[in-house]
């Protein structure tokens, strides 16, 4: 699987013990962020796995509560649509260093520079790597870090942070700043990446798959095409029909930042130039799945991906249809509302193909080209619920 990016707010969760930050969207209010923070001054940055977040005005430092919601508003008007807000941590922008984590072959590769922060490209001479093969072998980073006291805390952090990393699979992660106080370093940026879709689910015990699991699984060791799905909730809401792994754990790392986790019902992706009837076979077995829950309740089912470098959009979109086409009546009685977010090649006909269907068969839906932002659709399937 290709690494993917979680959130800052994720990374941090998993990986410091003491983390306090709220992940923010626009309807969050100034009562929520007093109740956290207090009169505390606050740093505010767009959270959605994009880099150079200072030099684009993503980030927003030495704000009050008070101040945050023109922030927000302002930052949605232009397509951002997940933030994260943290206690501001002063300090001296000369303490700021640099430090990266990278699952290798042999180990763990480590990067290191005493001068990190926003400018932290023009000065690349000065990181230096070394790799140590595991958490409880550590003795090469001496090779990179000359400072005794800073040898010391960094090599702490490492040998708490990397099973923790192997743990949840995550493969990369990136510090910048990193500051340190004492024996303890204080990530003040992360960006990090993990090693498939499945890897969120790694703390759930084993189980006896589903039929609908086993159908997937028989179908992708039929063809070329990659073809996964994970039952996470059989009475979830929220139903994922995705292309890419990417999208997957994007999307679903967003419903759980908007309050909406016990709602997912699925992780899952196609990939690998799938034929029609290949996405036609998996689309099938997910709404089946999704129709065999009776709750009343409204539903939605979520048709997104990234920007596809090769993956036909509207032959992809031709198989979903059909299997759509074939229940129908049975989506209108469930009340699911379907929504579309897509790029690619043949992007324009393909998504023209899937709001003729949903029109003329007059299942409610929400249609966006790849200028949206991807986590956007899964903002309005909140509003829909």
Known sequence: MARVKISEYTAKTILLPDYLGLPATISTTVKDIQTIFGNTNLVVKVDQGIKKRGKQGLVKVNV????????????????????LIEPVIEHDSQVEHYLALERVRNGWQVSY???GGIDVESSWDSVHVTTVPSSSDLSAVRNIVKDRSELSAISKFLSEI???????HLVFLEMNPVIIRGDKLIPLDMACEVDSVGTTLASIPDRTLSDSEKSVALLDASTPASLKFKLINPAGRIWMLLSGGGASLVLADEVADQG??????????????PTDDDVYSYTKIILGQLLSTKDPKPKALVIAAGIANFTDVAKTFKGIIRALDEVKLELKKTKVKVFVRRGGPNEAKGLQMMTDFLSKANIPHSIHRHETPLTHVITEVKEYL
């Open 64 to 83: 009050t509560a008070s101040e945050m919601s023109s922030i927000l508003k302002e930052w949605s008007h232009l397509g951002w649509s997940s933030f």
């Open 260 to 273: 909406m986790g016990k709602e997912l019902a699925n992780y899952g992706e196609y990939s690998g130039a």
């Open 113 to 115: 520079s005493e001068a």
């Open 162 to 168: 990397l099973p923790i990393m192997e743990t949840n």
